[in-house]
Structures are given as C-alpha cells and as structure tokens.
C-alpha cells in the first residue's frame, strides 16, 4: 500500500456526548486509510471523504499538534484511537507515530482507550500501564475465533488467535483489556456458537469486559465493496444479502434480538462486564469544618 503524509489542521475531535459505547471525550485518529483491509470497514463510505482508502495518510504534524491540543485542555478526558484506522497497523511499526502519541499522553495524565486488531500494542506496554495509573483500557476487535475465516474478511490484519495471545500478555502486565465484537457479519458469524466462543476465549485471555453490535453498517461506496468481496469470497452471499437488506444501512445478524439477550447472560456467567469500561474521574473531596 502507498503511504503518503499529510498536514492535520486538528488532532482530537470532541466526541458527542454521553458517548455510551466507549466513554470517550477525545477522538484521535493519527493516520486516514488503513492497512488491514477488513472487508466491512465503515471508513470506506464517502462520507468520512478519503479518497483512496488503500493509501495510508500519514499525520506529519500530529505530535506537534497533539501537544499543543493536550495543553490547552481544561478538563481532562478519555481520548480514544482506533475509530478510522488501527493505530498499529503495520506501518506504526517503523513510523511510531502511536508511541510518541501515547508519551504525550502520559505526560499530560490524560486516560485513554485503544482499539486495536494488533498485537503491536505490546510494544507500547509500559507506557499503557502508565497511563494506567490515572486510566487505560485496549479493547480487540473480534469478531471470530477461527483464523481461517478472519483471515477471509480482515485480510491485512494479525490473526485472530495472534489478539487473543496479545490480550493475555496486557492483561498478564495488569493493563485493563477487552473484547469488541463487531461487526457480527450476518451469514457468516452470526450464531450463539460463535459469540460464546468468543467470549469464553476471552476470559480465558484475560479480557475483564465485551462488547457487541449484532450486525453490519453499509453504505454507499462501502456496500459496493463489501458485496464484491463477499462475491469473490463467497459466491452466491451477495444475492443473500441483497435480497434480505436491500439498500439498508444497518443490517441486522439472523436473530439478533436472541443474540442481544443471550450476550448479557453469556457476559454474566463468564465473570465478564458488558460494555467497556469508563474514566471516571476522582472527585475532590469536601473538608469537614470541625
């Protein structure tokens, strides 16, 4: 893939609130495009305006930017990374624009939350546990336990049995680790079969929380090239799936609502908490007059 860079005018984005699936305040996104090609990225619609969603564009400025941005915040809040692109794919390897993004971090005492399909975050153990100390949470995306078929529709990323191995060294090192599984994509991963899996693999890597979302978002240029890759993957889906979802956007699992109420029994049983955990901050405590 061509890597370019590029100038940002604005590193963290606020995050509407209450952002209830992560908790964030700060979005921050240090590249556009990404290079582990999952074939459901939403980040392909032409919305988000990237032009060459396989041409990564690297943030030149963005170190620069991030330090100034964190000095002028007055209340400190959680920044999330991995929204658009995976802040370790590939690339980060020789650029570390993640790592230096997580000094600053540190630095400034500002709680954080990854998402990632790499094991690459690894490398930035230490500096997670000491974000840690005032709050750090890496969740992994997956979406499957078999390799083979993660291996079919995130074709650029490590495999699946390669995050679980990452999450139980983070969790291993004391770093707050968990699981996101979405997309559920209908046809192909939508049974209770496969969620328990899941999440009973990620108890046993050491995951303290899950999360889900049963069934895909598509749109516009996305849809295109979601179904032509399920055209060349798996012949005769596509038609499957133009027939259920037509032109929809949200495209529910088969059985989602059975698949919603069974995740929260699952989650229980497995010691698991449902949904990420969030950055509360402390508050000041009142001094009694005597």
């Excluded at 590029?6 to 609130?17: C, D, T």
Aim: hydrophobic share 40%.
């Amino acid at each position: 893939m061509a890597v370019r860079e590029i100038e940002a005018i604005a590193l963290l984005s606020p995050v509407k609130q209450p952002d209830r699936w992560f908790g964030l305040r700060y979005s921050m996104n240090l590249y556009r495009g990404c290079q582990h090609r999952c074939i459901y990225c939403d980040s392909r619609s032409l919305c988000y305006q990237i032009e060459d969603f396989d041409e990564v564009q690297v943030k030149a400025n963005a170190i620069d930017l991030l330090r100034r941005e964190l000095a002028a915040k007055r209340s400190k809040g959680t920044i999330g990374t991995g929204s658009m692109s995976d802040p370790y794919m590939p690339v980060e390897r020789d650029l570390m624009l993640t790592q230096r993004a997580l000094q600053l971090i540190a630095e400034f005492g500002f709680p954080l939350h990854v998402m990632t399909k790499s094991d690459l975050v690894l490398r930035d153990l230490d500096l997670l546990r000491t974000i840690g100390r005032v709050f750090s949470s890496v969740t992994f995306t997956i979406t499957t336990v078999d390799d083979q078929l993660g291996s079919e529709v995130e074709p650029g990323a490590p495999l699946v049995s390669t995050r679980f191995a990452a999450m139980g060294r983070l969790a291993a090192h004391g770093v707050q680790t968990g699981v996101a599984i979405m997309p559920i994509l209908p046809l192909l991963e939508d049974t209770l079969e496969n969620v328990e899996a899941i999440l009973r693999t990620a108890r046993d890597f050491g995951a303290t929380y899950a999360t889900a979302s049963f069934g895909v978002t598509l749109r516009d240029r996305q849809r295109a090239y979601f179904l032509e890759q399920l055209d060349r993957l798996y012949p005769g889906m596509r038609a499957e799936y133009e027939r259920r979802y037509g032109d929809q956007y949200f495209c529910p699992a088969r059985g989602h609502r059975y698949l919603e109420q069974e995740f929260d029994g699952l989650c229980e049983s497995r010691g698991l908490k449902t949904g990420v955990p969030h950055y509360r901050p402390e508050r000041a405590q009142q001094l009694r007059l005597l």
